[in-house]
């Protein structure tokens, strides 16, 4: 398993950036090829203080290089086309493998 989080600072509106990332955003990453799960939320908080990151996402891919080429795919080019639309505070965007035990069933 191999997971992206994006963590998004900030925005200078958080009404326009929940509305614009839901209706608009969320539906481009659905059509992520090789995409196997996805989650958000827009109420991050931080242990002991105040977080830098107002929203989070998160992808499952079943490796790197299936993540690699939803990015490089048509659908990958038109969800990084749309991230200023919304990301006002910018987007950091983190990758790696899942390792440790598999969830129970």
Known sequence: MHKMIVLYPEPEDRAAFVS???S????LV???PGLLDWRYSVE???AGGRSPYFAVF???FE???AMRAALASPEGAAVGADVP??????AVVLDYPVSG???AS
Do not use: S
């Open 20 to 22: 614009y990332y839901e």
């Open 24 to 27: 608009t955003h969320l539906p």
């Open 30 to 32: 659905q059509q992520l």
């Open 44 to 46: 991050v908080d931080a």
């Open 58 to 60: 998160e992808a499952d």
């Open 63 to 65: 490796d790197a290089e």
């Open 85 to 90: 639309h919304y990301a006002t505070g910018g």
């Open 101 to 103: 035990p598999a969830p």
